[in-house]
């Protein structure tokens, strides 16, 4: 089945402490991004990739790292997490950038910072 | 710059009504696709439906149907006696053909409550 995969599903966390969300496809998708969703603003991109090796910064990427060593993973990693990094974040893929395919959404993240 | 703009923050409804979200959108690109996204309470996103600005045909599937004027840069989506099961938050996104690094830019979204 074609799925994306986050986790973990929900998360609370203390100010300060290192963390990752993984977000793993099983499509072999070269495009995948990461997305805060908060209320009133929809969701914002805060990183993509268009390959292994190649990522670049969305909307909102402070505070954010990502790496994609392989292509099937792109996690998310908050080195310092503070209080306005509380959100739902999700995680998506695709065969390619600009609509051309249909993406894919994983299940989301409920993270909580306090 | 592209912008998509859901002015109806919410909508409630009594189960049976109909209801249509509004979708208006902004892009200075030719190429460029809309699609719209439903949020039930668990928290997920479904795929509802994807459509090309070339495409301007209205859609229907089932109670739901979407009408997408260019004239108007608009993408409305009608649900047609409505049910509590579409209780949800729906977003409306844009997808430039040229903008390659971002895939999508979202409205804020519109929370829809039935009620029975």
């Known amino acids: 089945e074609a799925q994306v995969t986050q986790n973990p599903r929900y998360l609370i966390t203390v100010t300060g402490k290192k963390l990752t969300v993984t977000c793993s496809q099983n499509?072999?998708?070269?495009?995948m991004s990461w997305y805060r969703q908060d209320p009133g603003l929809g969701l914002r991109q805060i990183y993509y990739?268009?390959?292994?090796?190649?990522?670049d910064k969305g909307d909102v990427p402070e505070g954010y790292k990502v790496s994609r060593k392989e292509k099937r993973n792109f996690p998310l990693i908050l080195e310092s997490p503070s209080p306005n990094q509380t959100s739902l974040y999700f995680c998506?893929?695709?065969?390619?950038?600009?609509?051309?395919?249909?993406?894919?959404f994983g299940q989301g993240t409920r993270l909580t910072v306090v | 710059a592209q912008k998509v703009t859901q002015a109806q923050t919410e909508i409630s409804v009594v189960e049976k009504e109909d209801v249509t979200l509004d979708c208006v959108y902004e892009?200075?690109?030719?190429?460029?696709?809309l699609f719209w996204y439903k949020q039930p309470p668990s928290g997920e996103l479904v795929f509802l439906i994807r459509r090309n600005s070339f495409d301007e045909q209205n859609e229907i599937s089932g109670r739901y149907s979407w009408n997408f004027q260019k004239s108007t840069s608009s993408f409305n989506f009608t649900i047609t006696a409505s049910q509590v099961v579409d209780s949800a938050v729906y977003f409306c996104?844009?997808?430039?053909?040229?903008?390659?690094?971002?895939?999508?830019?979202f409205g804020p979204g519109t929370r829809l409550s039935v009620l029975p």
């Open positions: 892009t200075r690109d030719t190429t460029y696709y």
């Open positions: 998506a893929s695709s065969l390619s950038a600009g609509g051309y395919t249909e993406a894919f």
């Open positions: 499509m072999n998708h070269e495009y």
């Open positions: 990739s268009m390959n292994v090796e190649v990522t």
């Open positions: 996104a844009l997808s430039e053909a040229a903008n390659y690094g971002q895939n999508f830019v």
